[in-house]
């Protein structure tokens, strides 16, 4: 069961299943406690006994709306945690580290600029190096917990130098002129060096530099952790707050850019400074897009961002995504859980841990903001039609829980998502198809093959980037569908 978009904070639900049947059609009966709790019996159970009188207002509530108590065949009742509770940790983390970082960032150190980088004409220069961030990680080696003090609360442990690399296009040293710096955040198990061999494109053709650092928890240098996870899901608990932690170096990387690394040797052509980091923007691909929302949100000096091919809710959908697919078999072997409730019960648990990072968490306060932790955003996410690495089952949750509309020439049209023409100033959710294989309905990855089409070949479309360059400059969603948003990559491509 997944529900439609995410749920609200500190509420009590209920939840009733009616009417299911077995594989050969026949009536599922009630568990014995469920049907003496319908009967009314009184049993010696004392789990029972606590349960029955909750139980009991569901199925009153139920009735009310038509629904006999006795055609009931399981029932319960919960509650969800408040937004203060899920972000506690890293509420204190920001806010210590906001402390830390001043206005200005504490500092960046260059290590190497490599001019033409790629040899391709399109990347003037590639920078690299490190930044300082304040760090929260009993160690920077995965797997690693956050340090913390007798009541729990993440405690600051040093300050760290962490990677970025930076990327300036030729075209800027071309016009010697300034333009935009733009957040990158690469794929799963990737790693910010390694989104510069491919920022070339989108960087000529934007008119942006990008700047890009692991997000630690799911980048290269977490695999053996997450195989560990398979086996020992206590390894979550070590990778989650990882992603805390990344957060936290991002939100470092952005201030410092915009503050004291903001007027680097490296950035200059001719006199001209080529990075203009007065008003920074975001922009993530795949893992990136999906966790875009996230970094956005816990950085105070970055307010929009391009998620391309995102979603929410990591396991409401890991099992329908081929990236799932390294994991699966060691995730199933008889070392680890080979029977399939436990591994769905499993899943639950690990995002109770993922909760705090997930965009998820943080996409219900994109048009309002939340205290004083998040402020509002806005955010253009691009998803394509049949995506096997990011099923459209969380691209579409992330737009309920969202709140945002979906431009009215979008190829799908999701339940529960308001139709807007374009233009449109702020938030939206645009679905291109390419006409790709059609995704399994069921709660499985589809096979790996070419199912990465979808999920990449949208990537060089040039009305989607016509679409993002325009939203990442000005927050306008401009529509540059014919008519209805379709491409045709082989025709815009050709071999």
């Given at each position: 069961m997944r529900t439609l978009g995410a749920l609200d904070y500190d509420t009590t639900y209920g939840v009733a299943f009616i009417g299911l049947s077995d594989l050969s059609g026949g009536p599922i009966s009630p568990s014995d406690a469920m049907q003496a709790i319908i009967d009314g019996e009184e049993t010696t159970s004392a789990d029972i006994e606590t349960r029955r009188g909750e139980?009991?207002?569901?199925?009153?509530?139920?009735?009310?709306?038509?629904?006999?108590?006795?055609?009931v065949k399981a029932a319960w009742v919960f509650h969800t945690a408040s937004s203060q509770s899920i972000l506690s940790d890293?509420?204190?983390?920001?806010?210590?580290?906001?402390?830390?970082?001043?206005?200005d960032g504490i500092?960046?150190?260059?290590?190497?600029?490599?001019?033409?980088?790629g040899d391709d004409d399109k990347l003037y220069r590639r920078i690299r190096g490190t930044f300082t961030a304040p760090q929260y990680l009993e160690s920077q080696n995965p797997p690693a917990l956050i340090?913390?003090?007798?009541?729990?609360?993440p405690q600051y442990v040093e300050d760290s130098e962490i990677p970025f690399t930076m990327v300036i296009p030729q075209v800027l040293a071309d016009l010697n002129e300034s333009g935009p710096l733009v957040v990158f955040g690469h794929g799963f198990l990737g790693t910010g060096e390694g989104s510069s061999d491919y920022l070339g494109g989108w960087a000529e053709e934007y008119k942006v530099s990008f700047v890009a650092t692991d997000l630690y928890g799911w980048s290269s240098s977490d695999f053996d952790t997450l195989g560990l996870?398979?086996?020992?899901?206590?390894?979550?608990?070590?990778?989650?707050?990882?992603?805390?932690?990344?957060?936290?170096?991002?939100?470092?990387?952005?201030?410092?850019?915009?503050?004291?690394?903001?007027?680097?040797?490296?950035?200059?052509?001719?006199?001209?400074?080529?990075?203009?980091?007065?008003?920074?923007?975001?922009?993530?691909?795949?893992?990136g897009g999906i966790y875009g929302a996230s970094v956005v949100a816990v950085s105070p000096d970055i307010d929009r961002a391009v998620l391309w091919v995102g979603g929410s809710g990591f396991s409401t959908f890991v099992e329908r995504s081929t990236n799932f697919a390294t994991f699966a078999d060691l995730f199933s072997h008889s070392a680890a859980y080979p029977d399939r409730n436990d591994r769905a019960l499993l899943l639950g648990v690990m995002q109770q841990m993922w909760d705090c990072?997930?965009?998820?968490?943080?996409?219900?306060?994109?048009?309002?903001?939340?205290?004083s932790i998040v402020e509002p955003f806005s955010f253009l996410s691009i998803i394509s039609v049949n995506d096997a690495q990011v099923p459209g089952i969380s691209s579409d949750r992330a737009a309920r829980t969202a709140g945002i509309p979906v431009l009215d020439s979008s190829a799908r049209l999701p339940y529960g998502v308001t139709q807007q023409a374009g233009p449109i100033s702020g938030s939206a959710i645009v679905y291109w198809d390419g006409g790709y294989d059609a995704m399994p309905e069921s709660n499985s990855p589809p096979p790996v093959g070419d199912a990465g089409k979808a999920h990449n070949e949208i990537?060089?479309?040039?009305?989607?980037?016509?679409?993002?360059?325009?939203?990442?400059?000005?927050?306008?969603v401009i529509d540059t569908c014919d008519v209805t948003c379709t491409f045709d990559y082989s025709a815009e491509n050709p071999e």
């Open positions: 139980i009991e207002s569901l199925l009153g509530e139920l009735e009310l709306l038509d629904y006999q108590r006795t055609d890293i509420s204190t983390m920001r806010s210590d580290a906001l402390t830390r970082l001043g206005e500092g960046c150190t260059v290590t190497s600029s490599e001019d033409n980088y340090v913390r003090g007798n009541d729990g609360t996870g398979m086996i020992d899901p206590s390894y979550f608990q070590h990778q989650a707050e990882r992603i805390e932690q990344a957060l936290i170096n991002k939100m470092a990387m952005i201030r410092t850019f915009k503050g004291v690394c903001s007027d680097l040797d490296e950035m200059y052509s001719d006199g001209t400074n080529l990075v203009n980091s007065t008003d920074v923007h975001y922009m993530g691909y795949s893992l990072s997930d965009p998820e968490t943080f996409l219900s306060f994109a048009n309002d903001g939340y205290d990537g060089v479309i040039e009305d989607v980037n016509e679409m993002v360059k325009e939203f990442l400059h000005t927050g306008i």
